[in-house]
């Protein structure tokens, strides 16, 4: 018995549009939380560094108030919405077991329209983020006390 192309065809149309959307949109708010708070290696962590990756990552129009880039390995930074690295916290969110290397920028001046100029706060800390389906989607810019 021999099945003609056109149903197989149909499959293979149809199938990415039966996909989920969660999955996809899942997909889409990791990278952007990837894109607004993750740095692997960053370069300097001063002043002119907020400037730049500020810009680079299109937060700076208008200008953001505080954002804080977090460095260290993607996998890592996964393993929080785990047990491996991670811990529930407040409501859905989670917080690391171990402290990561971290560059706050905050907005310097009064005004929100570019140029913008940033002050830069290296440190350590937990951090706070929340997940869907085991990838980080927020992060929390409060400062987390112990």
Known sequence: ??????????????GPCLTPPTLAQDDYRYRHF???????????????YCDTMMRRRGLTS???????FIHGTSNNI?????DENGMPYKDNFRI????????????RGGSNQ????????????DI??????GLPVHFDQSFYQP
């Open 96 to 107: 690391s077991k171990s402290p990561f290397q971290v560059t706050t920028c905050k907005l």
């Open 62 to 68: 208008p200008c953001k108030d505080t954002n804080t």
């Open 128 to 133: 706070v983020i929340a997940c869907e389906h």
């Open 114 to 125: 570019p140029p913008c100029r940033y002050r830069a706060t290296p440190g350590y800390r």
């Open 1 to 14: 018995m021999m099945i003609g192309l056109g149903p197989l065809l149909l499959v293979f149309m149809l």
């Open 78 to 82: 996964k393993a929080v919405c785990g």
């Open 34 to 48: 990837l894109d607004q708070h993750y740095d692997a290696n960053p370069r300097g962590r001063n002043n002119r």
